[in-house]
Structure formats: structure tokens, C-alpha cells
């Protein structure tokens, strides 16, 4: 592409959501990794999930669900322009609990976050073991009790990135996979990024590269601190609608739109090793079937370990650079709860307009900070 | 779609049924050799699009030849061999778990 | 239940055989695993059963794979059947599924036996009841003595496709036709190997003596044949195709595809081994040493999975692999290893001299593997060929993107049946050459396993932990 006006680094969930928000008002090229990259948006659960987010910042609970609010909108803008249909659908949230200390722990974190949430307003409920069951009579017998909340939901992530590379072709930007960018400089006022495959000039530039943002944000003067974390997921056959027995969605274990039932997931420290092992494997299953002893029998046909991208504090992080204005970068864990706000409000910040207010505190200067004792 | 050579005819003899009809094979022959000897072309529907699909390879690489043995859905015919009074059903669509169709 | 093995070796055909008796005969505890019932690989089905009727017609090659059979099951070696692995690790413990239970074994070495596959013929209509591959036919025939109640066609390019008809011709079996699919190139660019293919008299002789018989029995034979369609609704009708820019058309109910085969490398590539793209055989293959090691640790590979040369090469690639094996773990010297292995070595570059012909004359016509937009490639999740090339266009330059996009690959054949043309499109839609499209990467489980099977592996009595709490 002739010179584009940005540069987005990146062509995950978080780089091609604002690309494409950036899209309607700017040329936009958009470089990424080869087919082999790590790329959390292939290997993520689909969730778009506000039960749990924010516990201690408010801010964050604000903006995941102030993204879950637009995301019916932005899921139906995907599909006019594209045909491709995201099976976006805010179905309400279950977290199902096996033990009195999980049942303890969970009742207690949700009315924190209600206390947190003070005028935002935070509707949960605690369900009993008679509660969960005749919300979903098919749960297992170990099953003690639930969170629910009727904020959460689901998209897919693999139509999302679909629909959005599909419509960043239709807008005239450009999806550049095969690039893996080695440099960045500012020569003239113009920022010059160099891949394996050559250099490629602009004025504007955002790094979104997931686990790579790290790295490259340095060379502009910004500090990402994200690490990896691994989570491993199992699909099963393509099943009959039903199985879980219920419409609202779990964070274990759902049916997706085909019928497939998606199963996660682990949180491990195993660097950049995204392989599935057979213990973690099998945990899995092991918890999925004393939720849901139905799956027993249901045929495990793929499963697969991602990395997920993770600050110190597990929100995310925004900024633009200090020494080197012009440059930004974005980065955060849940790239599909975030997507529709990343799409309008942070490419419209990134564009030049206000700083959407819940994301004035995710910047990398909070890591600055000792903690308090 | 196929018939047995005369001249292979030997062995036990055993029956299975396949969607209710009785079909006799010898020992070692494959659940998937039952579906093309009892002459049913399609051993299931996919769960995708519900079009028809036979055995494509008979070695455990396209799972074509799926179908319901004695109440487990989705099993690969040409990979399990036939027991005497086995049910086999064939695989209509998705696989419904601990629904009627799989008890 | 955990055992403990020297060698594990996966997969009990020719090679697997092979190297379980070589092993055994250099004092390695060795297991033998694999997926079938019976022992024989793919070639010898059924061979262990003696079937004294079908000799006749399958020829000298099935009886030297009873005795070979037999004598592996005398051999006193262990012998898993009925199971499947579904793990390997880099610690070498192999997962495994028996009769739905999980199991495990580890091992010092494991050799990978697991052979080839039919390559792929995406044809329009190749998903309809009544189309399958030359190879399942064969093996309806060896394990059944099924044969075809009305005459069929057999469509495509290679060896195999005559030897099944010949089988059937001795069987007295009617053919239809067949209808050739290699161009008239493949003749040009196989000619300057005939010469070293002359070493292999007997393939060579076997091969007229095949075609021969198709002219004495007057089966009809389509030569460079191109955009095949299998017709019909519910079940094939009728198998179409372009010779001499005019369209053929043939009645039948059952057309019997073949384009070669490839190794099957589903292991290798879950394992992370390096591989080398083979542009002959238009596969990729496993990097292997001269002793069938592969670039991970501990595991090698015999027979076709490391590269398709056929029932006879792979017994000597299962010695070679065995004694490589045996030297590695302190069995035996590097020279008793060189020594035991040169007669097999011998007898492989005689072998492998006819290949290259045989490689050229049937390598598939680019349409064979280039199907138009409308036809289904993935059979699995019903991606067509025309989505693949859209998504191509959009930014799938390797196979996990173009199944993050479209859901190919993604069902119960974990992309076995898809890959080769979903890369083919990709490769041409893309202008890449095909060496340099990633291939999937499969993962465990290498097949299905149910949830009640995985979940057996962890204590009844404590609830696994709850790892996604705060998460997503
Ligand atoms: C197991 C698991 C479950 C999850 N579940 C959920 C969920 O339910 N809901 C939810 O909202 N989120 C979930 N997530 C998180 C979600 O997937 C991520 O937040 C999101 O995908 C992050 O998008 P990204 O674009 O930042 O990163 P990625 O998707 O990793 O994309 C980064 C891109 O940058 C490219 N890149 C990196 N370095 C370079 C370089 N040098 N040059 C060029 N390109 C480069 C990479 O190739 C890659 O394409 C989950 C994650 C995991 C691992
Ligand atoms: S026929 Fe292909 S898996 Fe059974």
C-alpha cells in the first residue's frame, strides 16, 4: 500500500478492531506475523464476559461492560458489511462452583464487585444447588452452586477476525500477513517500520501485537510489561443443540452455534510453549464432566494450548508515546469482550479524539508505582 | 453396492442389524463392509448441511463412514469390527448425547 | 496403567512388523501398537487370517505378507491392537486408547510406523455415496472379498489403479473403465528414469502384465482425462469428464478415486519433527537421518510414513530404524549396526531406483488438486474450494489461518482429508510456492478420545480445580 496514513502492527482481535474503526476516515496497513505466529485471537474461549472483570478497578469493570453494550451493535454492523456473522448473543453468564470454598470465595468477590460498581450498578445473583438445577437441570450432582450475571455473552472469535480482515479489504486498507517487524524509527517526522520483507513509512502507528507488543513498544518508548499465559481448550464432535441444557452460557464449557461444544481452560506460566499436555488435558475434561456428566461420552476431536497476553495486573494497557508522539499501543487480555469498544472508542481516541474515560487509568505509569504494603 | 466373491464365503457367520435389518457377516469383517454388502449407499447424514455420506477410505482417515453402534453415536464403521447381535443405526445428522436417539 | 517398554513401535504394518522382529532379535523389550484389529498395515489386511480363497487373486506380494505376518505373531513380541495413540510426548510416553480406556507407555525410543494415506481426489461429487477411493475398494476386497455387483469406474492416476483392476479382472470381476488422469507430460518427464526403473524387472514386468490384462478383457481406458465430476443427487449416477477437449460421460453407480498416496504425518508434525516439502510426490515428508531418526529426540520413522516407496522398502526402513534404535540405546556398536544393516540398504537403493519413475509418470495433473469454487474440500466442516480462495485473498497465507477463518480442518479428521488441497489453494490463489505454506499443526488428541476416557486419567474423589475462575 501507498503511503498510509497509520501503520498498525498486528493483525490479532485488539490490532484489526481498531484498524478497522481507523478505517473509515484513514488509509490503514496492517502488518502481521507469519501462519505460525502466537495468536491468542485463534485459540480464545469467545466470551464476552463481565462477570469477573475489574475486581479491585472499577474502571475496568466499567469498560468491559461498556464494550459488552456495544457489541450487538457493532456484531450487526460486521454483518451487513460483510455477511459474515460473528453469532454474537448476550446471553447472561453462569460460573458453576464445586466446593464450599469455591461457593465462599465467589460469593464473596461478586458483592465486592457490587460494592465497587457503587452508582454503575452491578446486578449478580448466587445461585443455591436447587437454583442451578432448575436453571440447568443438567448439571452434575457435585454441582453446589453458581454466579450468574445477565451481562455476559458470546461471539466467535474466528468469524469476528473473519468479518473484520473481510471488511478492512472492502474499506481499501490493507492485511498484510508474512510480516514480522523487526524495527521501528522515526526519520523526518514519518515512522519507518522494517520487516523481514521490507520498510514501510506512515505518521501515525499503533502496536497491537499481542505477546510481540512488549518488544516492539520498547523501540518507541513505551512500556508494555505483558507476559504469556497458557490455556489449553478442548472441542468435542459437532453435538445436537441442547447439551448443556440451557441457553445462558458457562464459563467451562459451551455449545457453540454448530453444535460443537468448546471446553476450557487452564491458567499456566510455561512461557512461550503453546503445546498441549495430556494432565491438563485430562483436568479439563475431568472438571467439564462433573459440571456436566452428559459430556461423558461426547468425542474430543481437537484441542489446543494459546497464550494469552498478560499484564502484571491482568487489565489492560493503552498509551501513546512520550518521546515519540504519533506512536500508540494497545494491549489487553479479553481482545473479544473488548472488541466492539476497541473498535469505536479507541481507534476514535487513536484518530485524534478524547481518551474514552474508563481506560484514563490503564496506562503503563501504573506499573511505576511500588505497591503499597 | 458390493457383493462377496463366492469364493471368500467362509468363516463363522455372525448377524448385527443395521437399522433394524439383519445383515450376516463373517468374523473380522468391519461394520462399514456390513453397510456396502446390505447395500446402503449413505451410512449417515452430516451434521453441516444433512447431505448423505458413505465410507470413503475404510482406514480411519475420514471418519465418512461414521454411525450409531449399539447406542454410542459417531463411531467409525470401518474401524471396528462386527460382533454378533451388534445394533448399528445409522448416524442422522449430529450426534444428540444422552438424548433418545443415544441411550 | 502404565507400562514400561525399550522400544514402542506405532503401527504393525510392513515396516512396523519388521522392525518389531529385528528389535526383538537385538534383545530391545519392544511393544507393537495399532489402530486395527489385525496386524498387516494398510497392504497385508487381513493377511494373519490365512484366507487361502482371495490368494489367487491378490497375488504373490499378499503371500509374502502372511508369512511375514505370521512370523511377527510368533515372534514373541508385545502386540497392542485395537489401539490408538493418541499423545506422544517429548518425555516419550505414549497416550493411548484401548476399547475407550486410556492408557499409557513409556519408552526409551519409539519408532513411528504409521504409513501413508490415500491422497485426497477433490472431485466434484467426490462427497456423494458411491465415490470412494481405489484404496478402500482394495481393502473391502482383502478383508471382505468384496468386490463391486456392478461394474465400476476406476478414476485417476497411479499404480494402484491398475493393480485393483487387474485384482478384480483375475476375480473374474466386470470393469467398467478407467479413466486416466496423469497428462501426457508425465510420460516425457518420467522417460530419462526408465532406465534405472529396469533394475526392478519384476515391478516393471508385473505393470505390463496389468495392462495387458485390461486389453484382453477389453476394459475401456480414457487417457489424460481432466475435470472430473462424479454426478448425482443422493448417490453417484455417473462419473463425467473432459479428454480431447470433449466431455465424456459414463453410467455407473460406484466411481473409485485414486491420486497416490502421501505419507501420513500427523504424528511428526504434532511432535514438532522437521519436515521437507517433496515436490515429486507433491507431500510433505519427515526429516530423517540414515537410520530413520527423526529431529526429535528418541522418535524415528519407518516405512511410508517418511516417504512412500512401498510393502517392500518399508520392512527394510523398519530393520534399519530397528537397529538404529538398538545402537542408540547401548544394544548393540555402531559397526555390528552398519553391518546388520547393509544388506537391507542394498536392497532399498535397488528399490527406490524404480521410484522415480513411477513418481513422475503418476504425479497428479494440477487439476486433480485445484478444484473449482463450488466443490466441498474440507468433507468434515463442508468448506468449498471457493471459500478457500476467498479467504486466501483476504490473508490466509498457511493452513491455521485458512481454518481460523472458515472451520476447515477442524472435524473429526483434523484436516487429514483437507489439507493437501486446502495448502494447493492457498500455494495458487496466493502465488506462493507450496513449500512455503505452513500445514496444519495437529494436535493432541491425534484422534477423537471422549471426555469420560480423558477425565478417567484424574482422581475420582477430589474435583479438579476450578482454573478459569478469574479468567476471560
Ligand atoms: C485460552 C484462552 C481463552 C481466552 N478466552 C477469552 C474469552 O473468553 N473472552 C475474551 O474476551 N478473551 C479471551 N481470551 C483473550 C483473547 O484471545 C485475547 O485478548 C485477544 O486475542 C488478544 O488479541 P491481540 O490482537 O492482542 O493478540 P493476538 O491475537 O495474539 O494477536 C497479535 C498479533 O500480532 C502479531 N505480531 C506479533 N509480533 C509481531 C511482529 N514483530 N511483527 C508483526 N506482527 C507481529 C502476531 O502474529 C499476532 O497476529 C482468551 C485467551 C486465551 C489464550
Ligand atoms: S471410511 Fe474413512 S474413516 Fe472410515
Given amino acids: 500500500m501507498n503511503k498510509p496514513d497509520v501503520i498498525v502492527i498486528g493483525g490479532g482481535l485488539v490490532g484489526s478492531a481498531i484498524a478497522y474503526g481507523l478505517s473509515k476516515n484513514a488509509r490503514v496497513l496492517v502488518l502481521d506475523e507469519g501462519d505460525r505466529a502466537f495468536r491468542a485471537t485463534r485459540g480464545n474461549f469467545g466470551l464476552v464476559w463481565v462477570q469477573s472483570k475489574g475486581f479491585g478497578a472499577p474502571h475496568y469493570a466499567r469498560w468491559s461492560k461498556r464494550s459488552a453494550d456495544l457489541w450487538a451493535d457493532f456484531a450487526a454492523e460486521l454483518k451487513d458489511a460483510t455477511g459474515v456473522d460473528t453469532h454474537h448473543k448476550r446471553t447472561g453468564g453462569v460460573h458453576l462452583l464445586l466446593t464450599e470454598q469455591e461457593v465462599a470465595a465467589r460469593a464473596a468477590m461478586m458483592e465486592q464487585l457490587r460494592r465497587e460498581a457503587g452508582n454503575d450498578g452491578y446486578d449478580y445473583e448466587m445461585l443455591d444447588a436447587a437454583g442451578v438445577r432448575s436453571l440447568l437441570p443438567n448439571v452434575g450432582p457435585r454441582v453446589l452452586g453458581a454466579s450468574f450475571t445477565p451481562y455476559d455473552g458470546v461471539a466467535n472469535p474466528l468469524y469476528t477476525i473473519r468479518a473484520l480482515h473481510t471488511s478492512l479489504a472492502a474499506r481499501g486498507a490493507q492485511y498484510s500477513p508474512g510480516h514480522t517487524v523487526s524495527l521501528i524509527d522515526k526519520e523526518a517526522g514519518v515512522f519507518v517500520v522494517r520487516t523481514d520483507k521490507g520498510s514501510f513509512h506512515a505518521p501515525k502507528l499503533l502496536i497491537a501485537a499481542g505477546l510481540g507488543t512488549r518488544r516492539l513498544a520498547e523501540l518507541v518508548g513505551i512500556r508494555v510489561p505483558v507476559n504469556p499465559q497458557r490455556g489449553q481448550v478442548l472441542v468435542t464432535e459437532r453435538l445436537a443443540p441442547g447439551v448443556m441444557g440451557g441457553g445462558v452460557t458457562f464459563t467451562n464449557a459451551r455449545q457453540m452455534v454448530e453444535g460443537s461444544v468448546i471446553i476450557g481452560d487452564s491458567q499456566e506460566d510455561v512461557g512461550l510453549d503453546n503445546r498441549t499436555t495430556v494432565p491438563v488435558i485430562s483436568n479439563i475434561a475431568a472438571r467439564a464432566m462433573t459440571c456436566f456428566p452428559v459430556l461423558e461420552k461426547a468425542q474430543i476431536v481437537r484441542a489446543w494450548g494459546a497464550l494469552r497476553v498478560m499484564s502484571p495486573d491482568g487489565l489492560p494497557i493503552y498509551a501513546e508515546s512520550k518521546t515519540m508522539p504519533g506512536a500508540f499501543a494497545a494491549t489487553c487480555h479479553s481482545g473479544v469482550t473488548l472488541c466492539a469498544a476497541h473498535a469505536r472508542e479507541i481507534a476514535g481516541w487513536i484518530a485524534g479524539g478524547a481518551r474514552p474515560e474508563p481506560t484514563l487509568k490503564l496506562v503503563p505509569e501504573r506499573f511505576d508505582v511500588p505497591k503499597a504494603a | 453396492m458390493f457383493r462377496r466373491l463366492p469364493s471368500a464365503d467362509a468363516g463363522a457367520r455372525l448377524r448385527l442389524t443395521i437399522d433394524g435389518v439383519a445383515v450376516e457377516l463373517r468374523a473380522g469383517e468391519t461394520v462399514a463392509a456390513a453397510l456396502f454388502l446390505a447395500g446402503s449407499k449413505a451410512g449417515r447424514t452430516t451434521p453441516v448441511s444433512g447431505t448423505p455420506r458413505g465410507p470413503y477410505c475404510m482406514m480411519g482417515v475420514c471418519f465418512d463412514c461414521l454411525v450409531q453402534i449399539d447406542g454410542e453415536g459417531n463411531r467409525q464403521a470401518c474401524m471396528i469390527e462386527a460382533r454378533e447381535g451388534m445394533v448399528v443405526t445409522r448416524q442422522m445428522g449430529a450426534r444428540a448425547l444422552g438424548g433418545k436417539a443415544e441411550s | ?472
Fill in chain 3, 1 to 472: 496403567m502404565t507400562e514400561r517398554f525399550e522400544l514402542a513401535i506405532v503401527g504393525a504394518g510392513p515396516a512396523g512388523m519388521a522392525a518389531a522382529l529385528e528389535a526383538k532379535a537385538r534383545g530391545l523389550s519392544a511393544v507393537v501398537l495399532d489402530e486395527q484389529p489385525r496386524p498387516g498395515g494398510q497392504i497385508y489386511r487381513r493377511a494373519e487370517a490365512r484366507d487361502a480363497r482371495l490368494e489367487a487373486a491378490l497375488g504373490a506380494e499378499y503371500a509374502h505378507g502372511m508369512a511375514l505376518t505370521e512370523k511377527f505373531l510368533a515372534g514373541g513380541v508385545a502386540y497392542r491392537p485395537n489401539t490408538t495413540l493418541w499423545d506422544l510426548s517429548p518425555e516419550l510416553r505414549l497416550s493411548v486408547l484401548r476399547d475407550n480406556r486410556a492408557g499409557e507407555i513409556d519408552a526409551a525410543h519409539v519408532i513411528l510406523a504409521t504409513g501413508a494415506m490415500e491422497r485426497p481426489v477433490p472431485v466434484r461429487g467426490w462427497i456423494l455415496p458411491g465415490a470412494m477411493s481405489v484404496g478402500a475398494a482394495q481393502i473391502l476386497l482383502k478383508t471382505t472379498g468384496a468386490v463391486p455387483d456392478k461394474p465400476a469406474v476406476l478414476a485417476g492416476s497411479g499404480p494402484l489403479l491398475y493393480l485393483l483392476a487387474a485384482q478384480y479382472l483375475a476375480a473374474g470381476v466386470e470393469v467398467r473403465a478407467l479413466v486416466e488422469t496423469q497428462p501426457g507430460a508425465n510420460y516425457r518427464a518420467a522417460a530419462p528414469y526408465l532406465l534405472p526403473a529396469l533394475w526392478q524387472r519384476k515391478l516393471l514386468l508385473k505393470g505390463a502384465a496389468m495392462l495387458r490384462d485390461l486389453r484382453k478383457h477389453g476394459v475401456k481406458r480414457w487417457q489424460g482425462a481432466s475435470s472430473l465430476a462424479v454426478e448425482g443427487n443422493d448417490a453417484c449416477t455417473a462419473l463425467t469428464f473432459a479428454v480431447n477437449g470433449k466431455r465424456e460421460r459414463i453410467e455407473t453407480e460406484l466411481v473409485l478415486l485414486h491420486e497416490g498416496v502421501i505419507p501420513n504425518v500427523h504424528v511428526t508434525m504434532a511432535i514438532n519433527g522437521g519436515h521437507d516439502w517433496d515436490a515429486t510426490q507433491l507431500c510433505w515428508r519427515p526429516r530423517l537421518d540414515a537410520w530413520g531418526a527423526t529431529s526429535v529426540d528418541g522418535v524415528s520413522v519407518a516405512g511410508d510414513g517418511g516417504g512412500i516407496w512401498g510393502a517392500e522398502a518399508a520392512e527394510h526402513t523398519g530393520r534399519i530404524a530397528a537397529l538404529g534404535a538398538a545402537q542408540r540405546l547401548g544394544k548393540i556398536s555402531e559397526e555390528a549396526r552398519d553391518r546388520a544393516a547393509s544388506h537391507a540398504r542394498a536392497s532399498l537403493a535397488r528399490l527406490r531406483g524404480a521410484r522415480q519413475f513411477l513418481d513422475l509418470l503418476y504425479k497428479p495433473a494440477p487439476g486433480q488438486r485445484l478444484p473449482p469454487d463450488d466443490v466441498i474440500v474440507c468433507r468434515c466442516e463442508e468448506v468449498t474450494a471457493g471459500t478457500l480462495r476467498e479467504v486466501a485473498r483476504i490473508g490466509a497465507i498457511g493452513l491455521t489461518q485458512a481454518k481460523t477463518y472458515t472451520r476447515c480442518g477442524m472435524g473429526p479428521c483434523q484436516g487429514r482429508m483437507c489439507g493437501p488441497t486446502v495448502a494447493a489453494l492457498v500455494a495458487d490463489e496466493r502465488k506462493m510456492p507450496e513449500a512455503s505454506v505452513p500445514p496444519y499443526r495437529p494436535r493432541a488428541p491425534y484422534k477423537p478420545v471422549t471426555i469420560g476416557a480423558l477425565a478417567a486419567a484424574v482422581d475420582a474423589d477430589t474435583p479438579p480445580p476450578d482454573a478459569s475462575a478469574g479468567a476471560h
